[in-house]
């Protein structure tokens, strides 16, 4: 019969409750291993994020090339259509302003011969006034160059106090709105006679040719003229 000690327990190495002392071995391997993985993992999705990163910029730039194309093709066609607005506007306002003008060539008239007076003068001053602030402005004056631009001739004269074509008589007043002329001034010109500019340089030729000679006429005689010999 064997005898035991008392109070001296084999020491057993600590497993786990259900483990047994062979299971440690593989979970302390497997950690190791998961260990040195660890970093080409993180390597591998960090790759990933920067090429995901690099598609959103990417788009990113597309989306704002597309946004800033778009803005300007808009303020390209709002500046169009207000250019055809204000174009659209100056042909009205001129189409209305040609078929008054035959209203105010009457106004013109009965002012030149005195019978712009009572209710009719005020009716037609208002109606000028209105024209005016539309932009119609009135043009055409004796004494001023002819213009084929501007001037319509309609009658043909000489004179021989100009020295170019110029305007005599206004006919009929011209009229612009701004920079377009809607009716040019109906004028009579008048021309320089045609033998003013020829006859005048021959005279003044004739005139120089004489003061040489009677220059050299007094230079001989001064010449001739001394003391006799005896």
Not at 79 to 86: L, N, Q
Request: net charge negative.
């Amino acid at each position: 019969m064997t005898e035991e000690t008392p109070g001296f327990d084999e020491q057993q190495p600590d497993v786990p409750s259900g483990a047994t002392s062979d299971d440690a071995e593989p979970k302390a391997a497997s950690s190791a291993k998961e260990e040195g993985a660890a970093p080409a993992g993180d390597a591998a999705q960090s790759a990933g994020l920067t090429a995901q990163l690099d598609q959103v910029r990417t788009a990113l730039g597309e989306r704002t090339a597309d946004l800033q194309r778009l803005q300007a093709e808009y303020q390209n066609y709002r500046r169009r259509v207000e250019r055809d607005r204000v174009a659209v506007r100056e042909i009205a306002i001129a189409n209305l302003l040609t078929e008054l003008l035959p209203v105010l060539d009457d106004i013109g008239r009965a002012r030149e011969h005195g019978e712009l007076v009572g209710g009719f003068k005020s009716v037609a001053e208002s109606l000028e006034t209105v024209a005016a602030k539309m932009g119609l402005q009135q043009f055409g004056k004796e004494g001023e160059p002819f213009d084929p631009t501007v001037h319509e001739a309609l009658m043909h004269s000489y004179a021989p106090d100009v020295t170019e074509t110029t305007c005599v008589a206004i006919l009929q007043p011209g009229y612009r709105i701004g920079e377009r002329t809607i009716r040019p001034a109906r004028v009579a010109v008048a021309e320089p006679q045609p033998g003013a500019q020829t006859v005048k340089p021959a005279e003044e030729a004739g005139t120089a040719k004489g003061d040489a000679q009677g220059e050299a006429g007094d230079a001989g005689e001064g010449k001739d003229s001394g003391p006799e010999e005896g």
